[in-house]
């Protein structure tokens, strides 16, 4: 039975869904002003990995990861480059696609803008005034009321009175109290702004989640998922708000990812630590950073540094070597592998434990290749399958072995590197190494060991490794 750490009790629960064989999840998408970095990167691997293997369990897994299209951040960031803020989020949503794709993370069911939500955002608003939870203030901000909401800190531990001790009263605010936040912002010069009951303006960060989770799930569904960075006070605020309208409980178990860390400190821009998806993929290719992702359980922190990301490099190349030269075939055997690696995921998705398996798994395949094809074939079978529930794998081990390659969210190989577009390494095209091979195959036939050995030496040279087997010399990056 699966199991998941449940931060609204903080404790590890047997996962019932509320109703039998269907999962409805929520996970709080981008904000797309900017590229994504890391961070982004983590939470879109994290809950893929959860979304396969629910599905890979039999369950009808309905997920939802929104877009917000709208809000400071946006509206700052397309004012200083003097674009409308709809050209700008469009721009980032499709560069936020290409990461998702090139790193093998699964479309969503849907991924709703906050924009396309204004008629339900503005219907939560106005029940939430009818309920006392809400006021519109008199210069056109509607807040919602803290303290109106009894279980306010249920989620992230934190207690009003602590809260209010440390608020700030800012000059002019118009709220009733420091610790109550936006629903409605009224508009201000420059920004853009939709009809309300309260006057022109736009919705606050938190009422759009509100508002685009109950519209796709209901008024309560089986998960919420983000980074540890959104359970105060954004998923505390989710929480308020939807309940506060709804009268029902809001999700029954939350999920956070825990931080990325650069060189063991907090990533930050005011570190000057900051690395985009597309900063990292021009030095390791993707399949590689979602390796290095899954190899911390995902409530930890994950640090990255170039250590991390090549030894994912070397796991993955002893994965794919194992699997070279083997037919596909369907899964056959390793009973126990398959046993144990989902003992791993169940246990609150324990991906480093997974592929501590995949390797045991490897291991064998490694011991039976050379003797018993057919056996080596089902075993590579079941390791293709086991690692398309972590969403890797799924390539040619050639094509990785010899230059790399990415597996989008398809599951299609589309190229990443010179190698494979056949631009060679280091000055060697694809034809060149095959034919230095041969020369050294045929150099070998005449016990000319000097020569046999100068192609060797001049091909590792570049990081070019050869490898003889009984099928002949095959050839793959160092």
């Known amino acids: 039975m699966l199991k998941l750490y449940n931060d ?6 047997t996962f019932h869904p509320l109703k039998a064989g269907k999962v409805r999840m929520y996970v709080c998408g981008m904000t797309v002003y900017d590229l994504c970095h890391l961070g982004h990167a983590r939470v879109m691997v994290v809950f893929d990995v959860a979304y396969r293997y629910l599905q890979a369990s039999g369950y009808d897994v309905t997920y939802i990861r929104n877009i917000t299209d709208i809000d400071d951040k946006i509206i700052n960031r397309a004012n200083e480059k003097g674009v409308p803020f ?5 721009e ?12 093998g993370v699964l ?8 924009t396309q939500h204004m008629d339900e955002i503005l219907e939560m608003i106005s029940r939430l005034i009818e309920k006392g939870h809400a006021y519109a203030a008199d210069n056109g901000d509607v807040y919602y009321s803290v303290r109106s909401f009894s279980d306010y800190g249920k989620l992230s531990g934190k207690s009003i009175e602590d809260l209010r001790a440390g608020a700030r009263v800012e000059l002019g605010d118009a709220k009733r109290d420091p610790l109550d936040f936006a629903l409605w912002k009224a508009v201000k010069p420059e920004e853009p702004a939709w009809e309300s009951p309260w006057g022109r303006g736009r919705p606050g960060w938190h009422i759009e989640c509100s508002a685009m989770s109950t519209k796709a799930l209901g008024d309560t569904f089986d998960i919420h998922g983000g980074g540890a960075d959104l359970t105060f006070p954004h998923h505390e605020n989710e929480i308020a708000q939807s309940e506060g309208a709804t009268g029902h409980p809001f999700v029954k178990y939350w999920m956070h990812n825990g931080f990325v860390r650069i060189n063991d400190e907090k990533m930050s821009k005011s570190l000057g630590n900051f690395f985009t998806v597309r900063e990292i993929l021009e030095h390791y290719r993707a399949e590689e950073v979602r390796y290095f992702i899954l190899t911390s359980q995902y409530r930890s922190p994950l640090n990255y540094d170039t250590e991390h990301l090549d030894n994912a490099r070397a796991a993955l190349t002893r994965i794919y070597t194992a699997l070279r030269g083997l037919p596909v075939a369907k899964a056959a055997g390793g009973e126990r592998y398959v046993s144990r690696f989902r003992d791993a995921m169940d246990d609150d998705f324990n991906t480093p434990e997974a592929l501590a398996v995949l ?13 018993h094809t057919e056996n080596a074939a089902a075993l590579g079978g079941v390791l293709r399958e086991l690692g398309e529930m972590l969403g890797i794998l799924q390539g040619d081990p050639e094509a990785y072995l010899k230059g790399g390659n990415v597996i989008t969210g398809s599951g ?4 990443q590197s010179a190698e494979i577009k056949g631009e060679g390494v280091e000055g060697f ?11 050294r195959s045929l150099a070998k036939k005449e016990k000319n060991w000097t020569e046999a050995d100068r192609i060797r030496d001049e091909l590792q040279g570049v990081g070019i490794i050869l490898e003889d087997g009984p099928q002949g010399t095959t050839w793959r990056r160092g």
């Open 8 to 13: 609204l009790r903080n404790r590890k629960e």
């Open 429 to 439: 095209s694809h034809d060149e190494i095959e034919a230095l091979i041969e020369e």
């Open 86 to 90: 709809t050209e700008l989020t469009e």
């Open 107 to 114: 479309t969503p069911t849907d991924e709703p803008k906050a």
């Open 359 to 371: 390797f045991d798994l490897v291991r064998e395949l490694n011991r039976v290749k050379e003797t």
């Open 92 to 103: 980032f949503i499709q560069a936020m696609h290409v990461d998702a794709d090139a790193l």
């Open 412 to 415: 299609n190989l589309v190229a």
